[in-house]
């Protein structure tokens, strides 16, 4: 990782002006990071494989729209922000191209749904999350993904998505009731007992 931020800069300035150094010390820092990120969105390594290098590609080939700020508390966890927006919106065409985000919310038109607004999921560990992540439908993965990991607003996930605001808080609410039944599941023990 890149706490020192004259190297972050030197890195960006080096990739600014197209220096294959300095786009191998990126990709090889933030690779694993750009992967854990993709791998959200699409459950296929070889296409969050191939989606990471696509990634990267936009990040070259846009670096000089980032702006790393002096005042920045953590110039890290800005430029980490940044790629991580152009990655999952990467995923978003991806799917989009595939149509799979649109069929699915095709089922779920107007209608009024409850929207759910428990906070049961904030106690859950970062690592069962992901791991349970992996099971919900990919609209809802999708959705939940951008709102609670990535920090994607309704209004943003609506959008970049094309659907309906209120669609976007329905997934969401399934998403959380759907892992939250998932984990409480994944409690109880061999006995029937909670461990």
Same mark, same amino acid.
């Given at each position: 990782?890149?706490r020192n931020?004259?190297k972050?800069?030197?890195?960006?300035?080096?990739?600014?002006d197209?220096?294959?150094?300095?786009?191998?010390v990126?990709?090889?820092?933030?690779?694993?990071?750009?992967?854990?990120?993709?791998?959200?969105?699409?459950?296929?390594?070889?296409?969050?494989?191939?989606?990471?290098?696509?990634?990267?590609?936009?990040?070259?080939?846009?670096?000089?729209?980032?702006q790393?700020?002096a005042?920045?508390?953590?110039?890290?966890?800005?430029?980490? &922000?940044?790629?991580?927006? %152009?990655?999952s919106?990467?995923?978003?065409?991806?799917?989009? $191209?595939? #149509?799979?985000?649109?069929? +699915?919310?095709?089922?779920?038109?107007?209608?009024?749904?409850?929207?759910?607004?428990?906070?049961a999921l904030?106690?859950?560990?970062?690592?069962?999350?992901?791991?349970?992540?992996?099971?919900?439908?990919?609209?809802?993965?999708?959705?939940?993904?951008?709102?609670?990991?990535?920090?994607?607003?309704?209004d943003?996930?609506?959008?970049?998505? &094309?659907?309906?605001?209120? %669609?976007?808080?329905?997934?969401?609410?399934?998403?959380?009731? $759907?892992? #939250?039944?998932?984990?409480? +599941?994944?409690?109880?023990?061999?006995?029937?007992?909670?461990?």
């Open positions: 990782m890149l931020l004259p972050l800069k030197e890195i960006i300035a080096g990739v600014a197209q220096k294959n150094a300095s786009k191998e990126m990709y090889k820092t933030y690779y694993g990071y750009l992967m854990a990120v993709t791998m959200r969105y699409i459950n296929n390594r070889s296409d969050s494989e191939e989606l990471v290098n696509d990634t990267f590609i936009k990040i070259f080939n846009h670096i000089t729209q980032f790393l700020l005042s920045a508390i953590d110039p890290e966890k800005t430029f980490r &922000g940044w790629m991580a927006k %152009i990655a919106r990467n995923c978003i065409d991806y799917l989009r $191209k595939r #149509r799979t985000i649109n069929e +699915e919310f095709d089922d779920i038109g107007e209608q009024k749904h409850p929207q759910i607004y428990s906070r904030d106690q859950l560990y970062v690592e069962d999350i992901l791991k349970l992540l992996n099971t919900l439908p990919e609209s809802q993965r999708i959705i939940f993904n951008m709102f609670e990991i990535e920090g994607f607003s309704h943003e996930i609506s959008k970049s998505l &094309g659907i309906p605001e209120n %669609i976007c808080r329905v997934y969401l609410g399934r998403a959380k009731q $759907k892992l #939250r039944k998932l984990y409480n +599941e994944s409690l109880i023990v061999e006995d029937g007992t909670y461990g």
